[in-house]
T-cell receptor, first 110, second 112 residues
Framework: KNEVEQSPQNLTAQEGEFITINCSYS?????LHWLQQHPGGGIVSLFM???GKKKHGRLIATINIQEKHSSLHITASHPRDSAVYIC????????????FGKGTSLLVTP | EAQVTQNPRYLITVTGKKLTVTCSQNMNHEYMSWYRQDPGLGLRQIYY???????DKGDVPEGYKVSRKEKRNFPLILESPSPNQTSLYFC???????????FGPGTRLTVL
């Protein structure tokens, strides 16, 4: 089973700060997902990565396959970014099964 | 509107009383999946389906059954629920191996 570790577990930032959330995994993967879970519970897919870097608005996701590590960056953070961010990986030998990190709870204060 | 729907949204039941949580998507997605979310454990995959009549176990399939008789529906069946199945359940779908998974709103299940 692919162990997925996220750090930090909890993060408080002031509006405007640059935020980084990290995800490390233990075995080879075919894809890595970043998800956002709103305070109300709804989950939204942000990115899927298999290599390199992706950008969507103020969100940037990077992955380093050799180091088995991914980062999610939020530039110019805003209180509406407050949510739980979840990393999930699809192992090379796991078909379409996903293993999830426990999530990073982000609070952005005005 | 493209969406994944789950019913019921909230359910309180008793040990041993069979129940079904329905999941339906209107996007013609091949891939559907069920997850449970528990405090301190995060999301865990229960079962997934690559297409009609094709299902496979995820990380925590014990105590659950699924079926995929139609492309749009992927019900989760608890034949004999137990208190350790008290959880928040999410259904999700995606187009084949597409990056984006669309999640349902969640079903909060309490088994007494």
């Amino acid at each position: 089973k692919n162990e997925v570790e996220q750090s930090p577990q909890n993060l408080t930032a002031q509006e405007g700060e640059f935020i980084t959330i990290n995800c490390s995994y233990s075995v080879g993967i075919s894809a890595l997902h970043w998800l956002q879970q709103h305070p109300g519970g709804g989950i939204v897919s942000l990115f899927m990565l298999s290599s390199g870097k992706k950008k969507h608005g103020r969100l940037i996701a990077t992955i380093n396959i050799q180091e088995k590590h991914s980062s999610l960056h939020i530039t110019a953070s805003h209180p509406r970014d407050s949510a739980v961010y979840i990393c999930a990986v699809r192992g090379i030998n796991s078909g379409y099964a996903l293993n999830f990190g426990k999530g990073t709870s982000l609070l952005v204060t005005p | 509107e493209a969406q994944v729907t789950q019913n019921p949204r909230y359910l309180i039941t008793v040990t041993g009383k069979k129940l079904t949580v329905t999941c339906s998507q209107n996007m013609n997605h091949e891939y559907m999946s069920w997850y449970r979310q528990d405090p301190g454990l995060g999301l865990r995959q229960i079962y997934y389906s690559m297409n009609v009549e094709v299902t496979d176990k995820g990380d925590v399939p014990e105590g659950y059954k699924v079926s995929r008789k139609e492309k749009r529906n992927f019900p989760l069946i608890l034949e004999s629920p137990s208190p350790n199945q008290t959880s928040l359940y999410f259904c999700a779908s995606s187009l084949g191996g597409s990056p984006e998974q669309f999640f349902g709103p969640g079903t909060r299940l309490t088994v007494l």
